[in-house]
């Protein structure tokens, strides 16, 4: 559209991308501050009052959350190692991801006072929210207000402080050198109910579950390590940090990471985000656990699941979704190749279109609103424990761990073929470049042979010996 905001003041919607991006590109636009407000559109379910009536977010309720460009950097002063007492650290000049214009989050209440008087030309439809104004992108405002200005005045204290992440461990019977880990973070916004104390009170329960199991006699064949992560809200930093502290371990020794963020953000049904390997194990898992729906006796979650999000387009089981960044896992997966998942009760997706959960990262994210409406029984968090605890538990206790390289197969497969469809958009560069994907497909296809021929030699493997080895070992 050709918009000048060089110099200038921009105001911008939350939604679709990282708040962080936004950022990003403004600065890159030139403009000299950002103002975000969270429009009804994307953080109001339809037909739901705003707190304390309902659990939608009220107009004076504004969403923080942090806008660095990390891209996994973890401290920004540290990128890539981690940031003891005694390393070296970059000047804030340099610091990774850390914005040069001030920013500011506000509610809708305040930001259509703004709105309303805006000049400029009419957006596309697709631009427009739900409040009661034309949305005029600017700049500036209208004739009879075109002397008004915006000051921002924004105080910040940036210093290098002090984090603490909490660790535990019980070690390992039989495969002490062997990890599965169950980490989530602590540190809130603001109170913290959904996000992240839905998530830590599961990791709790599931450390008083082991708990209890130890005093009876119980061991984990493998090691079992909880992690209550520090300063996750200000760009994953407890998590990234004791991963690069770790890497070397982590990637000889580490056999899962489960993430424990925030256990609910619907009321809807099931949601799982993991590594293909674990899609199996999911699955008979959930088959294991029963649904949390009234109406639902002796159903198990599977089936609920099964029937709310069915996985139609690739097969006839519950959708399992890829997993992305965003929350602790990221260093695991993304950076040291560790197999890992998360599990959370959501909304349905095909008719509640709002961002996230609405009153997500604001003032009103408390215990009442999980209590009186997300989940009064507290059955739903229930089942995401025992979800996430059984995840745990078979991945540290299984004779063989119950990863399943054919299911990795399957998908390496399926993304192949998206990036393949995806370049034939562009024909002509294809052709100009001499794009080939054969070699891409041939290694999936050797993974694939490899992975079926590691299989059926599991089922053929003496289980009974194989005890007495690792016993005797």
Same mark, same amino acid.
């Given at each position: 559209?050709?918009?000048?905001?060089?110099?200038?003041?921009?105001?911008?919607?939350?939604?679709?991308?990282?708040?962080?991006?936004?950022?990003k590109?403004?600065?890159l636009?030139g403009?000299?501050?950002?103002?975000?407000?969270?429009?009804?559109?994307?953080?109001?379910?339809?037909?739901?009052?705003?707190?304390p009536?309902?659990?939608?977010?009220?107009?004076?309720?504004a969403?923080?959350?942090?806008?660095?460009?990390?891209?996994?950097?973890g401290?920004?002063l540290?990128?890539?190692?981690?940031?003891?007492?005694?390393?070296?650290?970059?000047?804030?000049?340099?610091g990774?991801?850390?914005?040069?214009?001030?920013v500011?989050? !506000?509610?809708?209440?305040?930001?259509?006072?703004?709105?309303?008087?805006?000049g400029?030309?009419?957006?596309?439809?697709?631009?427009?929210?739900?409040l009661?104004?034309?949305?005029?992108i600017g700049?500036?405002?209208?004739?009879?207000?075109?002397?008004?200005?915006?000051?921002?005045? !924004?105080?910040?204290?940036?210093?290098?402080?002090? !984090?603490?992440?909490v660790?535990?461990?019980?070690?390992?019977?039989?495969?002490?050198?062997?990890?599965v880990?169950?980490?989530?973070?602590?540190?809130a916004?603001?109170?913290?109910?959904?996000?992240?104390?839905?998530?830590?009170?599961?990791?709790h329960?599931?450390?008083?579950?082991?708990?209890?199991?130890?005093?009876?006699?119980?061991?984990p064949?493998?090691? !079992?390590?909880?992690?209550?992560?520090?300063?996750?809200?200000?760009?994953?930093?407890?998590?990234?940090?004791?991963?690069e502290?770790?890497?070397?371990?982590?990637q000889?020794?580490?056999?899962a990471?489960?993430?424990?963020?925030?256990?609910?953000?619907?009321?809807?049904?099931?949601?799982?985000?993991?590594?293909?390997?674990?899609?199996?194990?999911?699955?008979?898992?959930?088959?294991?656990?029963?649904?949390?729906e009234?109406?639902?006796?002796g159903?198990?979650?599977?089936?609920?699941w099964?029937?709310?999000?069915?996985?139609?387009?690739d097969?006839?089981?519950?959708?399992?979704?890829?997993?992305?960044?965003?929350?602790?896992?990221e260093?695991?997966?993304?950076?040291?190749?560790?197999a890992?998942?998360?599990?959370?009760?959501?909304?349905n997706?095909k008719t509640?279109?709002?961002?996230?959960?609405?009153v997500?990262h604001?003032?009103?994210?408390?215990?009442?609103?999980v209590?009186?409406?997300?989940?009064?029984?507290?059955?739903?968090?229930?089942?995401v424990a025992?979800?996430?605890?059984?995840?745990?538990?078979l991945?540290?206790?299984?004779?063989?761990l119950?990863?399943?390289?054919?299911?990795?197969?399957?998908?390496?497969?399926?993304?192949?073929?998206?990036?393949?469809?995806l370049?034939?958009?562009?024909?002509?560069?294809?052709?100009?470049?001499?794009?080939?994907?054969?070699?891409?497909?041939?290694?999936?296809?050797?993974?694939t042979?490899?992975?079926?021929?590691?299989?059926?030699?599991?089922?053929n493997?003496n289980?009974?010996?194989?005890?007495?080895?690792?016993?005797?070992?």
């Amino acid at each position: 559209m050709r918009i000048n905001v060089t110099g200038k003041i921009a105001i911008v919607r939350y939604g679709k991308i990282f708040r962080g991006n936004k950022v990003k590109n403004a600065m890159l636009a030139g403009a000299t501050g950002i103002i975000m407000f969270s429009d009804p559109a994307d953080y109001s379910a339809a037909g739901v009052k705003p707190y304390p009536d309902g659990w939608n977010l009220p107009g004076g309720g504004a969403q923080r959350g942090n806008v660095l460009n990390l891209n996994g950097a973890g401290d920004p002063l540290t990128p890539g190692y981690p940031a003891k007492e005694y390393t070296y650290r970059s000047s804030l000049d340099d610091g990774v991801g850390l914005p040069n214009i001030p920013v500011h989050p !506000i509610g809708y209440n305040d930001a259509i006072h703004l709105l309303k008087n805006m000049g400029g030309q009419i957006p596309p439809n697709n631009w427009k929210g739900a409040l009661n104004i034309s949305y005029r992108i600017g700049p500036g405002f209208t004739e009879d207000f075109k002397n008004q200005k915006v000051r921002m005045n !924004i105080h910040t204290n940036n210093q290098v402080t002090r !984090i603490y992440n909490v660790i535990g461990r019980i070690r390992g019977a039989l495969e002490p050198d062997r990890y599965v880990i169950l980490g989530g973070h602590r540190d809130a916004w603001v109170f913290g109910g959904i996000d992240p104390m839905s998530g830590a009170a599961v990791v709790h329960e599931t450390v008083r579950a082991a708990g209890r199991m130890l005093s009876k006699g119980w061991r984990p064949r493998r090691t !079992i390590i909880f992690a209550s992560w520090d300063a996750e809200e200000f760009g994953l930093l407890g998590s990234t940090e004791w991963a690069e502290d770790n890497a070397k371990l982590l990637q000889e020794r580490a056999v899962a990471y489960i993430n424990a963020d925030s256990a609910i953000e619907g009321m809807y049904t099931l949601r799982v985000d993991c590594t293909p390997s674990l899609h199996t194990m999911v699955y008979d898992l959930t088959k294991q656990v029963a649904s949390p729906e009234e109406g639902e006796e002796g159903v198990s979650l599977y089936e609920s699941w099964h029937k709310r999000d069915n996985w139609t387009n690739d097969r006839d089981a519950p959708r399992i979704s890829k997993l992305g960044s965003g929350s602790d896992f990221e260093a695991y997966f993304i950076r040291l190749g560790i197999a890992a998942g998360r599990a959370r009760y959501t909304k349905n997706k095909k008719t509640e279109r709002y961002s996230s959960y609405p009153v997500y990262h604001s003032v009103y994210e408390t215990f009442e609103i999980v209590e009186r409406f997300y989940d009064p029984s507290f059955r739903r968090l229930r089942a995401v424990a025992q979800v996430r605890g059984g995840l745990i538990f078979l991945l540290a206790d299984s004779q063989l761990l119950p990863l399943d390289a054919n299911q990795y197969a399957v998908s390496l497969r399926k993304y192949a073929q998206s990036i393949t469809q995806l370049a034939q958009v562009h024909p002509e560069e294809m052709k100009m470049y001499e794009v080939s994907f054969d070699s891409l497909f041939s290694a999936v296809e050797n993974f694939t042979v490899a992975s079926r021929e590691f299989h059926k030699r599991l089922e053929n493997l003496n289980r009974a010996e194989y005890e007495c080895v690792t016993s005797a070992i």
